[in-house]
Structures are given as C-alpha cells and as structure tokens.
RNA sequence: GGGCGUGUAGCUCAGCGGAAGAGCACUCGGCUUACACCCGAGCGGUCGCAGGUUCGAAUCCUGUCGCGCCCACCA
C-alpha cells in the first residue's frame, strides 16, 4: 500500500463513496494478479467455472446475483488458504446468438442466406466481439475476483476441440446416432429443438370431430390440428372397444384425398377420450409416429420447414394456420365436421427462443443415447459424490435424470460447432475427430451444428484443457463448487454431469451444487422486458455501488428460493456500507490499532469482554452459515452485530472508556482495532470495495484480498459480563423509554440516583446509564420526582430521577397500566400450564423451570406496578 | 393430467414442537463533535381456513381455498 493519503484516518471522507474508488481498486487487485491461481503452490485447490453468460446480452440482475454469491464464496476460500480459481467465460448461444444477428440482417433487408454461411458466421463473430465486452465490463463493476489469465469461451479452439473429441468417443460408443424421429421443430428459426427447448401453454383451439368414411362403415375422429388429416395414414382404436371392433382390418376413405386408409387396433388409443377414434399421422406427430412403427404405416410429410402445406392440392401453400380453418370449411361443405368444441383450451408447445408454436415433424437427425449417461448422473447424486445444495431440489433432479428422453443434438443453424460427421458418395458415414484430416472428394459434411448445451455441458473440463491432459484440469477437476440457478438445473447441469462423469472416467463435475433462486421484482413478480419491471444492474451500480448491490442481493438469497428485490433494499445496503464506513473511521478517529495486542482478558471492562465474546460468536457463526449456503442468513448475522451491537453499543460505551484516559483508553484502542479488524475480514467477501479500503488504512496492509480469514478460538464466553451487559442495556433501554413517555427533551440532563445494585455494579451502571441514556450524575439537594424499577439478571434496579415534580402522572399511568396488562396476561398463561399435572408431568424439566421463572417474574411486576399504580392515588 | 413448493406485521421474508422475529414502511422525539445514507422510543400479527395428534402446534397429520413453479405425446 503506497498510497499514504488514504492512512491518514482524518482523510477519510464523512461519507463512503465508491464511484471514486471502486474501478480503481478492482484494477490494482487485477494488476497483483490476486485473482490468478498458483497451481504450483502447496495450497488446496478451489475451482468453480462460471456459467457462461450467453454471449447475446448484458447481465442481468439474475447474474448479479449469481455473481456476488460466486465472488463470496471464492474470496472466502482465497482468504481461508486455498488456490481459487474462478474461472470466467461466455457461452456462444447458438439459437439465441444467431436469432440476433438474423434480426439485425432483416433490419438491412437481407437473410443469412444472401450471405451465405461462411460470411454469416463471420459476421456473429464480429458481432460477439462487440457484445461479449459489455458482459465483461460488467463483471468488472461487479468486483468478480475471476482469473482473466484464464478466460474461455465456447467456441475457442481448445473448446471447440473438446467437442470435437467428446463427440467422437460418443458416436464410437454408440452414444449418438442418427435417426428419422418426430422432433419439436421450430418452424420460424428452421431447426429442430430438444424436449427442453419447448415451453408448453394454455392456448385456445378448436377441437373438431370428422367423419371418415361413409354410412356405418364411418367413423369419427377429433383433432386440433385438422390440417394433418392431409397426412393421415390410419385411424386408430383402442383393442377392447366394442363399437369399433367390426370396423378393425377394414379401410375408409379420407375425405378430401380420396385415400383409403386401414382401421388399426392400438393399446395407446385411449377409449374414453373424444369419439375413442383417433387419427395417426405418422410424420406430424409422436404418438402417432410410434403407433404407425407399431402397425408399420407409411408416413406422409405434408408441411416443409416452415409450416406450409406441401401436400398436393387446393391447400398446397398455404401456411398451417391458414390451412386449418380451410380445412375445416371444405369438410364442412361435405358435412363431415360432426361437432365443434370452441374454445378448446389445451396445452401448445412454442419456441422458448421465439415463441412460436412448435411443430412436431418427422426428420432426420442426430441424438445422444441418455439412457447410460442419465444413470450415470444419477447415480453421482445418490451416492454422494456430489451434493446438493438445498437438498430439495434433488428429488428434482432425479425426476429428471430418471426419466430422460434421448437428446436431440442437431441444429439446423449455422452459428455453433459443426457436427463432426461426413458422409461419402455411397452413403457411408465417418466421424472425424480433431486432430484427423476429414476424407476427400465426394464426401460432405453433416451441414447442422450441435445444440449449444452439448458444449457448455463441457465446461468444468474443456475449459482446463481436455483433452489434453493438462496441470490445471489434475489440479481443478473436479471443480469442488458449482452456483447456478434451479432454472437451468435441466439445461446445463444435468448434461454437464453426464458428460462429465463419461469424459473423465466416472469422476463428478463438481463435488457441490448450490441452486440459488431467481430474482423477481419488488413485488415477487418475474422480472420480464414485457411486464416492463426489470431493474438493471447497472442502474445500482451506479447510483448505489457495488457492494450495496451485492449485498443487497446476498442478504436476500435463501437457498434455492426466489427473492424480490427493490430499490429500498438497495439504499439499505447502501446505507450499511455507509454505517460501516463511519464506524471505523471513527474508531479509527479514536486510535483504534492492531499494532498493540488486546489486553489480558482481567483487565478488561465488561463491555470489552462482551464485544470480543460476540466477535468470536459471529465469526463462527458465519462460518457456519457458509458451509449451508446461507447467505441471507449469514448477512443478516453481520448486519446485526455490526450494527446493533459493534456501533450502538459498544461504540458508545467506547467513548466513555476513551474518554477515562490512561490504560483504559488503550485497552479500548486495542479492542476496537481488533474488533473492526475482525469484521472487515468476515464482511469482505461480501463487500470487497469498502471493506479493502477501510481495512488497508487500519492495518497498513497490502490488500484484504490475500488476508487471512478469523478463525474462532473457541475460547470460553464470559457468561457474567454477557448477564451484566443485557441488563445494562435493558436499563438504559428502559431509561430511555421513561424519559420518552415523560417528554423529557433529550438534551436535558436529569439527576438520577440508582440503587438496587451493589457498589461496583452501582458505579458501573450509573456510567453507562448517565451517558448512554444521557443523564447526569445526581447533584446536591436530589429530590426524587420520579422512579422506575428495573429487574435485571442479577436484581432489580431502582432509578429515581429528578424531574422536580413535573412528573406526566398520565402518560406514567398509561405506560404502567399497559405493562400490567401484560404481565397479567403472562401470569393467567403460567398459571394455566403450571396447573397441568399433565404439563407438569411431560414436559422437559427445563421448560417446566422457565415457564416457572417466568410466572415468578410476572407476579413480581404485577405487585410492583399495581404498589405503583398505587401510589398515584386516584 | 402428474409432481413440488408456498400462504406469518402494510411490503419482502426468517422462524418449522416449548415466551410471535428481521429489514423496509409508518408514528413520535432528536442536526447528542463517526454517520440525518443518522440517533432514540414506539405502533403493528386470532402465523390462509377447518378439523386432528400432543401437556403444549406458526411449527406435525388430514382436508379445503388461494398463489407459484416444474414435468407432461390424451388426439
């Protein structure tokens, strides 16, 4: 630390400012390579990999989030000792990505196809250079201590080798093949989509019932896509089915076409449903696709890529919602539509990237064989080579691994990593993997890419170097930590943890899964561009700094929960920082040091003792919320002792310690540097910015970055001074209150006479209570105007205090009358247990004594406040 | 259609078998030489509803209503 300015404590600024000083030291711990990891060194490893932000945006507040989490969670291990990589990179988001540029060629009137693929895919690289820098940028805001030596991105050589490779040995193993199936296509970005990839809806339709066949040779189906009769090979119906069982093994014509088509008998047939009858049409739709396997039916495509009608006829162009209702009428016309249901609501599959309505289509394409891997991963999570955090979320997890689909991996798009397959002039097929030359003439490559899952599920080893076998993957595989949000549980971690556990020999991704919950607007609502209630992250950046965002989103972050966040809660952060900054500065003001050690322990005052005894409690604390993920907690833990108790308690009782002079003074100047030290250090993973530079100017030190985090010593709590200082506070409390209710103006000093406690504890009290409840010392010719009596742990206190007869004797009545009803109340609900043999009998001995306690303490205040009341007269 | 979760102070949420909590908001009083991004005091809840288990239930069980999420090839 060479910059001397900022130790001179009264050059501190009243107000914390981080605009000024935020860039400046993410820079320098850039620059000191803080964040870089030593593999050589003899420290235990940390790795955690970022989930790579898709490349198609900036981040959002959900990033935010995620990022603070990640960036505690590493600094915490940094500080505890370990060699933490946190390694940062994008993702290429092959249909998101693709679907932008492709945007912003329409806007110049233009389509991928005018500039042919290789130009195209140059342009989303030019245009990744742009936006990638934006992500970026922000992390840098953020304070995220990743290791930039180390950045990846998904479509790197190294990692686009790692697809490569991992593609290869899969197809060798017979885990990918290529088959013709019903896929979900997406008829507007042409490609097909995994099971994942489609979000189902509620949507109105219509459910229509047509007549196939004529006279009692007829039967009626129901659908709500009519436009696929065109494509009907077969009716079906369920074995069993009495009224349909003459009609099985003979034919119908299908109306329009003119074709006849066989009635099967198939189990999936479900006879209670509609009219029992169902129309197969093999290449439109699953189901029927698997029936037509079953009953070895012809499949008749009848819509190309785009959802239009290819079947020859009066309905040859026209786009498949039009055809639908033109469909209908010509049936109609025939008097073939024997009901119509209007509206019809059922669930629709749309486009997760544009929303348009999936269509289930019969084609070839390529699929990872999950059945070995989904097991595999499964089987990682039940016997505990990986955890995860919260436990919930894992009966999820197996919902899903258990009963996974076959991966649709190929991708009609040109933006991602080209299937490493060729086919030859006779229809062979070759995979070629990346250190092989592809074959020669006559021979073209698979044209699709693969879904961008396939390589972020890569990630916690492609990103270390596999396949080569490289110091930094034996170092940081597996990574011991993944944060990411429940949403993307299926998306990316399962597949991550099949790929993981078949490319690296059984061994897991990643020891610990923490899912953290999605951030929704103040009102708990998903934060959505429509709903327009999105909060960018930026925005508190700039107006409230980076460790009031972090902290805001740190100390709402219950595991796997949702948070709503707003502005408030900012500007409380905000505001936490600011106390945070104050306190030390003043304790700094006062001489706090750690450049001498803290006193014995005997030679303390109580209030040392106490605030030591609680730093070391909160530090243990903390560490236990960290181990669970409890990061809402664990803030709240820091906030609390900081606040409530480090600056409104102790500080104040400090200043009457400083103010003695002497070794007392020094004692506290000892204390309080050891305190603040302490609880910089627990809070900078949190906040780095403020703590670092607050702590710097404490202690001189180089960076918090690279200090060590407190360890508690265990050493034994002073359980009197922690009695003597809960009834301090409770006196001053109740001081404080009495001269409220009496309207006693703060600055007024009032003469007070305690009794009730023994000689030291007398002079203590009246110390505290004198100059944290501001009172005076009582003077010459006290005359008693008003008294309060305080039970306190070790007896009851009595206060009078001077008020020269101008006693509020109704708001002193009103108090006293409120507090009766109280105790009275305690009194009945004691009494009522107490006089339960059965209570008596069952419950613990411990609750027994409390609830016994507790009635003693009750019928105490009753006699006192009703003497009181008394004493009023009326 | 399945599965999961959740309903606690005006708001956002802790608590999950033994005295109803926090932050924000609100009310009252204060520029008390660290901080008005502050200090002090206070108001505010039959813990969704109905049953049950228990000496005791916000906490466990059953039902019910509301909300949320995930999964899903009933045409």
Not at 178 to 206: F, K, M, Q, Y
Not at 408 to 425: A, D, F, N, T
Not at 698 to 715: M, Q
Request: proline share 6%; net charge negative; aromatic share 8%.
């Amino acid at each position: 630390m060479t910059n001397t300015a900022s130790q001179q404590p009264r050059a501190l600024p009243p107000t914390w400012e981080p605009a000024s000083v935020e860039a400046d030291l993410y820079q320098r711990w850039v620059d000191a390579g803080y964040f870089t990891p030593q593999p050589d060194s003899d420290k235990p490893p940390f790795c955690i990999v970022i989930p790579p932000p898709n490349v198609t945006g900036s981040l959002h507040m959900g990033h935010a989030l995620e990022h603070s989490l990640m960036d505690a969670l590493t600094r915490r291990r940094r500080m505890q000792g370990f060699d933490v990589l946190w390694l940062p990179g994008m993702d290429h988001a092959g249909i998101a990505t693709q679907n932008v540029v492709e945007r912003e060629l329409a806007n110049e009137g233009k389509s991928r196809h005018d500039l042919g693929r290789e130009a195209f895919v140059e342009r989303v690289w030019d245009w990744k250079a742009t936006s990638g820098g934006m992500i970026l940028n922000q992390m840098r805001r953020m304070g995220d201590g990743v290791d930039w030596t180390r950045e990846r991105f998904t479509m790197d050589e190294v990692l686009s080798r790692a697809v490569q490779t991992i593609f290869k040995r899969l197809f060798e193993d017979g885990l990918v093949y290529r088959a013709e199936r019903i896929i979900n296509w997406c008829p507007r970005c042409h490609t097909a989509l995994s099971d994942i990839e489609v979000e189902h809806s509620d949507d109105e339709g219509e459910f229509v019932s047509i007549r196939y066949g004529d006279g009692d040779r007829s039967v009626v189906v129901a659908t709500t896509r009519a436009e696929t009769m065109l494509g009907d090979t077969a009716v079906a119906v369920h074995p069993d089915d009495e009224r349909y069982r003459h009609l099985v093994g003979t034919e119908v014509e299908l109306p329009l076409t003119g074709r006849a088509i066989p009635i099967v008998a198939d189990e999936h047939v479900d006879p209670e449903f509609g009219t029992g009858a169902v129309k197969v049409t093999p290449a439109h739709d699953p189901n029927d696709f698997e029936i037509g396997r079953r009953h070895d039916l012809p499949a008749i495509m009848i819509m190309d890529e785009r959802g239009i009608i290819t079947a020859h006829g009066p309905f040859e162009g026209l786009d498949r919602f039009e055809a639908r209702p033109a469909i209908v009428a010509a049936l109609r016309a025939q008097g073939r539509i024997v009901a119509e249901k209007r509206p019809y609501v059922h669930a629709v599959g749309h486009c997760t990237r544009c929303g348009t309505v999936v269509e289930p289509r019969l084609s070839l394409q390529w699929f990872v064989r999950t059945e070995p891997l989904a097991r595999a991963a499964g089987d990682a999570v039940r016997d505990g080579r990986t955890t995860i955090h919260p436990p919930e979320l894992a009966k999820r997890y197996f919902d899903w691994v258990d009963n996974m689909h076959d991966w649709c991996i190929s991708r009609q798009l040109w933006w991602g990593h080209r299937i490493p397959v060729w086919y030859g002039p006779n229809n062979e097929v070759v995979c070629v993997g990346p250190d092989e030359e592809p074959p020669g003439e006559g021979w073209t490559q698979d044209p699709d890419v693969l879904d961008t899952w396939f390589s972020s599920a890569l990630f916690p080893f492609s990103t270390l170097g596999w396949p080569d076998q490289t110091k930094d993957l034996a170092r940081f595989y597996p990574n011991q930590l993944l944060v990411t949000g429940y949403d993307i549980l299926f998306f990316w971690v399962a597949r991550m943890m099949m790929f993981g556990l078949y490319a690296m020999g059984g061994r897991q991704p990643f020891d610990h899964l923490y899912l953290h919950g999605l951030v929704r607007d103040p009102t708990g609502k998903k934060m959505s561009k429509s709903r327009g209630n999105i909060i960018d992250p930026l925005d508190w950046l700039d107006e409230f700094g980076a460790d009031a965002t972090r902290f805001t989103l740190s100390r709402g972050a219950n595991p796997g929960a949702d948070m709503a966040i707003s502005a408030d809660w900012a500007a409380g952060s905000r505001n936490f920082c600011n106390k945070l900054w104050n306190a030390t500065r003043f304790a700094l003001l006062n001489g706090a040091t750690v450049a001498s050690p803290v006193p014995a322990r005997d030679t303390l005052t109580d209030a040392d003792r106490w605030i030591l005894d609680r730093t070391e409690a909160i530090v243990s604390e903390v560490d236990e919320r960290y181990e669970e993920y409890e990061f809402a907690k664990l803030c709240a833990a820091l906030y609390h002792f900081t606040w409530d108790e480090l600056c409104d308690w102790y500080l104040e009782i400090a200043k009457v310690q400083i103010a003695e002079g002497g070794e007392r003074a020094e004692a506290t100047r000892a204390v309080l540097g050891h305190v603040f030290d302490v609880v910089l250090r627990l809070l900078h993973p949190l906040i780095p910015f403020v703590t670092e530079s607050l702590w710097t100017t404490l202690t001189g030190n180089e960076s918090l970055v690279i200090a060590e985090w407190p360890k508690a010593t265990g050493a034994a709590v002073d359980a009197g001074a922690a009695r003597r200082i809960a009834g301090m506070q409770k006196l001053v409390t109740e001081v404080r209150r009495f001269r409220n209710d009496q309207g006693v103006k703060p600055g007024q000093r009032v003469p007070t006479r305690l009794s009730g406690v023994d000689e030291a504890g007398l002079s203590a009290l009246s110390q505290a209570v004198s100059s944290l409840a501001r009172l005076a010392e009582p003077g010459e010719g006290f005359t008693p105007g008003a008294s309060l009596e305080v039970a306190l742990p070790d007896g009851t206190v009595h206060v009078e205090m001077d008020l020269s007869g101008t006693v509020d004797v109704a708001a002193e009545r009103k108090r006293l009358e409120k507090d009766l009803a109280v105790a009275r109340k305690e009194m009945t609900g004691c009494e009522a247990k107490l006089g339960n043999p059965n209570f008596t009998d069952k419950a613990p001995a411990d609750v027994v004594a409390k609830i016994q306690s507790r009635r003693d303490v009750a019928a105490a205040d009753i006699e006192r406040i009703t003497a009181r009341l008394e004493s009023f007269g009326d």
